[in-house]
C-alpha cells in the first residue's frame, strides 16, 4: 500500500525558517496536503498542492513538490512560538474513494 | 471551507460499553471519512460512510466493532462497539469540501478504563 514518512522531530529558534520534509510512494497521487495539529486539537488544513504543481505560497507558508523525487516540503518563514505543534503531510490517491494516507507527523518545536 | 461539528469533545468509558459519536456537517458532502489516531501516531481510516449505502472499511476494522450510520448528506455517526483500553484514542471524522479539500472536525478523545 501507500506509504508516507517524515521526520519526528524538528526544532527552530523563533524567527527563523522551517523546512518539514515529507516523502511518498504512491506515484499516482493527485493532492498533497499539509496538516497541524495542536495538543488536544483536531487538524487544521493548512495548505495543500495539486500534483501537476512544483511549488504554491500563502503567506508564510511555501510548499515545494518533487514529483520525481515523491518528496513534499514545507516552509515556514519567520517561525513564531505559535506554530509549535504536529504537523502531518498526506497524499492523495486517484479514484472515488478519495481517500487520505497520513504521514507519522512532525513535530515542531520553536525555541526563544 | 466546511464546518464540521464533532461531539463528544472526549469521553471516559467503562470496559464493554459503546460510545456513539456524531458529527455534522455544514453542508451536503458526498463523502464522510472516520480515522482514528491511537496515541503518538498518526491518522489510521477506519471507514468511508457514503450515503444511502453501507460504509466501507479499511482492512482491520469491521462493522461490528465500529457501526457507522449516514442517514443523509450532513450526518454520519460512528459507534465504538464492546470497549476495551486497547480502543482509547482520538476518533476524527472528515469530509471533503470544495477544492478537493478534506475536512477535519474537532475529535473525540476516548478513554476506556
Known amino acids: 500500500g501507500e506509504d508516507v514518512e517524515q521526520s519526528l522531530f524538528l526544532s527552530v529558534r523563533e524567527g527563523d525558517s522551517s523546512v518539514i520534509n515529507c516523502t511518498y510512494t504512491?506515484?499516482?497521487?493527485?493532492?498533497l496536503y499539509w496538516y497541524k495539529q495542536e495538543p488536544g486539537a483536531g487538524l487544521q488544513l493548512l495548505t495543500y498542492i495539486f500534483s501537476n504543481m512544483d511549488m504554491k505560497q500563502d503567506q508564510r507558508l511555501t510548499v515545494l513538490l518533487n514529483k520525481k523525487d515523491k518528496h513534499l516540503s514545507l516552509r515556514i518563514a519567520d517561525t513564531q512560538t505559535g506554530d509549535s505543534a504536529i504537523y502531518f503531510c498526506a497524499e492523495r490517491g486517484t479514484g472515488t474513494a478519495s481517500k487520505l494516507t497520513f504521514g507519522t507527523g512532525t513535530r515542531l518545536q520553536v525555541t526563544l | 471551507s466546511a464546518v464540521i461539528s464533532q461531539k463528544p469533545s472526549r469521553d471516559i468509558c467503562q470496559r464493554g460499553t459503546s460510545l456513539t459519536i456524531q458529527c455534522q456537517v455544514d453542508?451536503?458532502?458526498?463523502?464522510m471519512f472516520w480515522y482514528r489516531q491511537q496515541p503518538g501516531q498518526s491518522l489510521t481510516l477506519i471507514a468511508t460512510?457514503?450515503?444511502?449505502?453501507?460504509?466501507?472499511?479499511e482492512s482491520g476494522f469491521v462493522i461490528d466493532k465500529f457501526p457507522i450510520s449516514r442517514p443523509n448528506l450532513t450526518f454520519s455517526t460512528l459507534t465504538v462497539s464492546n470497549m476495551s483500553p486497547e480502543d482509547s484514542s482520538i476518533y476524527l471524522c472528515s469530509s471533503i469540501g470544495s477544492n478537493e479539500k478534506l475536512f477535519f472536525g474537532s475529535g473525540t478523545q476516548l478513554s476506556v478504563l
Open positions: 453542508s451536503q458532502v458526498t463523502m
Open positions: 460512510a457514503n450515503q444511502g449505502s453501507e460504509a466501507t472499511y
Open positions: 504512491d506515484s499516482s497521487s493527485t493532492y
